[in-house]
């Protein structure tokens, strides 16, 4: 799986690719479920799977992005958050020049 982010090397140093490691994405997973601030139903359930799946299993876009619909969405219909959802780029880089592009455009965001 391609990293979404940069790839230091230290010589001598020790490589560890979290989404490789044992229970990566099941961290994640409890971390949508406890983070986002939806009812437990099942159009909320696929939106976490949804979530997930766009997340390439990077925690640091996860977190960026359950912040973005958090504080976007608060007890909007689940409709609305998979909208913003599908508007939100995949790549991190690429989540990080929205949230900054956002912020220019409405300082109170930052």
């Known amino acids: 799986m391609p990293r979404h982010y940069p790839h230091i090397t230290i010589k001598k140093g020790t490589e560890l690719t ?3 490691e044992i229970g990566h994405k099941e961290d994640i997973q409890l971390y949508i479920t406890a983070k986002l601030r939806l009812k437990n ?3 909320a359930q696929t939106l976490q799977a949804e979530i997930l799946e766009k997340s390439s299993l990077i ?3 996860v977190v960026l ?3 973005i619909l958090n ?3 608060p007890g909007k ?3 609305k958050i998979r909208q ?4 939100i780029p995949p790549k991190l880089a ?3 020049e929205m949230i900054l592009t956002r912020d220019e455009e409405d300082p109170k965001l930052l």
């Open 18 to 20: 979290l989404e490789d």
């Open 41 to 43: 139903t099942k159009a």
């Open 59 to 61: 925690f640091l876009w």
């Open 65 to 67: 992005v359950v912040d």
């Open 71 to 73: 504080s976007e969405y």
């Open 77 to 79: 219909p689940i409709g």
């Open 84 to 87: 913003r959802l599908e508007e």
């Open 94 to 96: 690429d989540l990080f």
